[in-house]
């Protein structure tokens, strides 16, 4: 797991993993599983890294452990954090 910092836009709270930005918002179909929010603030230094084979990054820190979603890939698109957002209440492919 790589460390890295938790950062925020104007959407809020993500982190950058294996190539993929994730946030602690999660989509239609998973929000029965996972839900939205987290225990983390922006500036804390956490681990990260991405479910192969799955739309899942795990963050943790210490004892706290979470999944956040996978909101675009960020690697190699030219794209700003902002424009890697997906609202909860969006049907995502």
Do not use: C, N
Request: hydrophobic fraction near 30%.
């Amino acid at each position: 797991m790589a460390k890295t910092k938790v950062k925020a836009d104007e959407h809020g709270l993500y982190v950058r993993a294996g190539g993929i930005l994730f946030r602690p918002i999660m989509p239609i179909g998973f929000q029965h599983l996972l839900k939205d929010g987290t225990s983390f603030k922006e500036g804390d230094e956490v681990s990260a890294s991405h479910v192969g084979g799955s739309p899942l990054g795990r963050v943790r820190s210490g004892t706290v452990k979470e999944m956040w979603f996978g909101h675009g890939t960020y690697y190699g698109s030219g794209k700003k954090t902002t424009e890697l957002y997906k609202p909860p209440y969006h049907h995502w492919d």
